[in-house]
Nanobody, 122 residues
Framework: QVQLVESGGGLAQAGGSLRLSCAAS????????MGWFRQATGKEREFVSA????????YYADSVKGRFTMSSDNAKNTVYLQMNSLKPDDTAVYYC???????????????WGQGTQVTVSS
């Protein structure tokens, strides 16, 4: 079983920054990609970003493009989400996920973290 543990959430002011981390207990053959998703209260889960451990490509939702940066540290089995220029609309529980492809469809990811709350005040 693979465990994903997120950290780094918290409270930030609009225009501020936060950095999320997601550490995987191990990597398996079905974990070529990692993704970040978020779910705000009363809304559906939405894709934020995804990448391949091989480092070939990184993908972003239009709503975060230019403000968020996803990266990985393969030696630590950890991915990060640097969030800059935060907006109140970014308030949500953020989840990391692991799966075979860096797609926006959350259904293809096999493993999920427990989530970390990000709250952005105006």
């Amino acid at each position: 079983q693979v465990q994903l543990v997120e950290s780094g959430g918290g409270l930030a002011q609009a225009g501020g920054s936060l950095r999320l981390s997601c550490a995987a207990s191990r990597r398996t053959v079905n974990m070529d990609a990692m993704g970040w998703f978020r779910q705000a209260t009363g809304k559906e889960r939405e894709f934020v970003s995804a990448l391949y451990w091989s480092g070939t490509d990184t993908y972003y939702a239009d709503s975060v493009k230019g403000r968020f940066t996803m990266s990985s540290d393969n030696a630590k089995n950890t991915v990060y989400l640097q969030m800059n220029s935060l907006k109140p609309d970014d308030t949500a529980v953020y989840y990391c996920a692991a799966g075979p492809s860096a797609l926006a469809n959350g259904d293809i990811y096999h493993y999920w973290g427990q989530g970390t709350q990000v709250t952005v005040s105006s």
